[in-house]
T-cell receptor, first 117, second 115 residues
Framework: AQTVTQSQPEMSVQEAETVTLSCTYDTSENNYYLFWYKQPPSRQMILVIRQEAYKQQNATENRFSVNFQKAAKSFSLKISDSQLGDTAMYFCAFMKHGDGTASKLTFGTGTRLQVTL | NAGVMQNPRHLVRRRGQEARLRCSPVKGHSHVYWYRQLPEEGLKFMVYLQKENIIDESGMPKERFSAEFPKEGPSILRIQQVVRGDSAAYFC?????????????FGSGTRLTVV
């Protein structure tokens, strides 16, 4: 079974600054996918970024980037130029490679990020 | 292009009543997933369905909970004889099978409160 650990229950960052959210996971799988989801107060789960384990290059989506360390089983999210709208819960999630079939997500417990003026 | 639609948004039930949660997936998606989020926790997988079939129900409590995804109409998560511990946000997500590993599309959830 897979586990995902987010060790930072809460983080705070000033607007325009950079913040990094940590995530570690445990799995015996070699092929898998990692995700960061954002959950603002509206409760909607929004996909922020996705990483394929067999790709060494770190994924980037505008102000969001990851530091994927496969050997260390670490998958941190960096938010650059933080904006007030980034205030939300952030969840790290793991999905096994399913040979083209759908699979379930295993989530961490989340990090609450507050962006301040 | 509507996303995943869940209704109701909020549902209040007395202990012992039935709760019925509905989920209409993104048009063209044939895979539906249900997750439960307890207060201050991450989402926990409950069940994965394709049209008319349950593929994986390993996260579903053995009693009182059932799910279906009929050929026509929305997916339904049914909780019979609700108890206070069932109070949570229930999220539905959908995907086309081949694209699941690109991340699902989630609905906004149904918040169930049992009084």
């Amino acid at each position: 079974a897979q586990t995902v650990t987010q060790s930072q229950p809460e983080m705070s960052v000033q607007e325009a600054e950079t913040v990094t959210l940590s995530c570690t996971y445990d799995t015996s799988e070699n092929n898998y996918y990692l995700f960061w989801y954002k959950q603002p107060p509206s409760r909607q789960m929004i996909l922020v970024i996705r990483q394929e384990a067999y790709k060494q290059q770190n994924a980037t989506e505008n102000r969001f980037s990851v530091n994927f360390q496969k050997a260390a089983k670490s998958f941190s999210l960096k938010i650059s130029d933080s904006q007030l709208g980034d205030t939300a819960m952030y969840f790290c999630a793991f999905m096994k490679h399913g040979d083209g079939t759908a699979s379930k997500l295993t989530f961490g417990t989340g990090t609450r990020l507050q962006v301040t003026l | 292009n509507a996303g995943v639609m869940q209704n109701p948004r909020h549902l209040v039930r007395r202990r012992g009543q039935e709760a019925r949660l509905r989920c209409s997936p993104v048009k063209g998606h044939s895979h539906v997933y249900w997750y439960r989020q307890l207060p201050e926790e991450g989402l926990k997988f409950m069940v994965y369905l394709q049209k008319e079939n349950i593929i994986d129900e390993s996260g579903m409590p053995k009693e009182r909970f059932s799910a279906e995804f009929p050929k026509e109409g929305p997916s339904i998560l049914r909780i019979q004889q609700v108890v206070r511990g069932d109070s949570a946000a229930y999220f539905c997500a959908s995907s086309s099978g081949q694209r699941a590993n690109y991340g699902y599309t989630f609905g906004s959830g149904t918040r169930l409160t049992v009084v």
